[in-house]
């Protein structure tokens, strides 16, 4: 990535948080401790933005993530709040279907998801203006349309996508440039990386979230955290009508 276009880029990406927390804060940052969440988080620590983060800790959940999420506490000095499915939903569930219940259709797997990140993000998300997610444009076919900004209707609040139109040259350059701490299983092949089950290695020329939930068509590739929505992001006069 040119000099010129990397500064351009991160400018944009730190003014978008600083709107976000100027208009709606507080705010707060869901990691899934990926390439693009840690650079968001290297971005809002390093110029002290104030932004929260989370994370949903599925239970499966790879140890790399797991241990990457305390590499990240000693680097940065931030609480990455961790948010755990609820006990008597995912045993239920787990006593219908069994820990591989996701590959036996669609909806055993997107009622996993639900469980195990739908609901917590609800949790996570609770006292909050908006959030902020590593969204990418050209992670796949499910993101193309990605906007800046949006209003999440199901949670009721705005939604903030730095990344947007950052490509994954991008993001490796400014994580090269500054160092940050990132998942070791990139490096190995998974540029996208959620639950270990659900994940694997990608094929070249394969899009970077064609291993997630690798067995489904990719239009069916979104665990229920982003769901598709063209509404524009309302103002605050709406909101509050």
Known sequence: MPQTH?????????ALMIDAIRDHGPVTLASSMGAEDMVLVDLIATNDLGIDVFVLDTGRLHTETLALVQQARARYGIDFKMYVPDTEQLQTYLASHGPDGIFNSIDTRKTCCAIRKVEPLGRALKGYGAWITGMRRDQSVTRLGVPDSEWDEPNGLHKYNPLANWSSEDVWAYIDQHKVPHNPLHKQGY??????????????GEDDRAGRWWWENPD??????????????????????
């Open 220 to 241: 069916t590739k979104e665990c229920g955290l982003h769901p598709a929505s063209e509404n524009p992001a309302p103002t605050k006069s709406e909101v509050s009508s």
């Open 191 to 204: 540029p996208s990386i959620g639950c270990a089950p659900c994940t694997r290695a990608i094929n070249e």
């Open 6 to 14: 990397a500064i351009s880029h991160t400018k944009a990406a730190r």
